[in-house]
Nanobody
Framework: QLQASGGGLVPAGGSLRLSCAAS????????MAWFRQAPGKEREFVGA????????SYADSAKGRFTISRDNVKNTVNLQMSSLKSEDTAVYYC???????????????????WGQGTQVTVSS
């Protein structure tokens, strides 16, 4: 189970930190990721972090502004977002998949577990 939190309303240029708490599976053996979905659009990849945090990947839209981190003791994954833009407005989802999968980590179908989503609204 994944439980996302931390969403809210933030002005353009502001920052926000999302958190996702995991339970019911062996968290440290899973790659963790964040996706987002804006109204009328498909779910899109934001970033992913390997099971021990050594490897990260980000969508071009997130590079330099967003940072993913994880705590394998607390079983949490975070998404620190800064320099937010109106186009970052979306529902943000955390996701988990077993490590060492060969499918791309950027596609939603590659993930086993999903959180319920948390709304982020950036006002311009």
């Amino acid at each position: 189970q994944l439980q996302a939190s931390g969403g809210g309303l933030v002005p353009a240029g502001g920052s926000l930190r999302l958190s996702c708490a995991a339970s019911g599976f062996s968290f440290s053996t899973y790659t963790m990721a964040w996706f987002r979905q804006a109204p009328g659009k498909e779910r899109e990849f934001v970033g992913a972090l390997s099971r021990i945090g050594g490897i990260t990947s980000y969508a071009d839209s997130a590079k330099g502004r967003f940072t993913i981190s994880r705590d394998n003791v607390k079983n949490t994954v975070n998404l620190q977002m800064s320099s937010l833009k109106s186009e970052d407005t979306a529902v943000y989802y955390c996701a988990a998949r077993k490590a060492f999968r060969t499918t791309s980590p950027t596609i939603p179908e590659a993930y086993d577990y999903w959180g319920q989503g948390t709304q982020v609204t950036v006002s311009s």
